[in-house]
């Protein structure tokens, strides 16, 4: 079954900089493409970043552009989101998911909680 594993988050300084990491299985992951998705406190979920599985499309969110990089590595079936000049209002848990521009999928990982706090 598809298994997703994400890690990476943490706390960081606004201003500061993440790598998050989803660890895929369960799948042929270089045939999907694969999205970020998080989920702030008491709020729903929002799209972050796309990327097509041979990494010719991607697109972000409003927010993330110029900050945040999605790729990802088919050989060892990852997917990473790179994360700078982080804002307090990037604290979330961040999620991967299959699919393009989603906020809804299938299968969910456990997350990985980024804070940012001074």
């Known amino acids: 079954q598809v298994q997703l594993v994400e890690s990476g988050g943490g706390l960081a300084q606004p201003g500061g900089s993440l790598t998050l990491a989803c660890e895929a299985s369960?799948?042929?992951?270089?045939?999907?493409?694969m999205s970020w998705v998080r989920q702030a406190p008491g709020k729903g979920s929002e799209w972050v970043a796309s990327l097509s599985g041979d990494s010719t499309l991607t697109d972000d969110a409003d927010f993330a552009e110029g900050r945040f990089t999605i790729s990802r590595d088919n050989s060892k079936n990852t997917l990473f989101l790179q994360m700078n000049s982080l804002f307090p209002n990037d604290t979330a848990m961040y999620y991967c998911?299959?699919?393009?521009?989603?906020?809804?999928?299938?299968?969910w990982g456990q997350g990985t909680q980024v804070t940012v706090s001074s």
């Open positions: 998911a299959q699919g393009y521009r989603i906020v809804q999928a299938a299968d």
């Open positions: 369960g799948f042929n992951f270089k045939l999907y493409p």
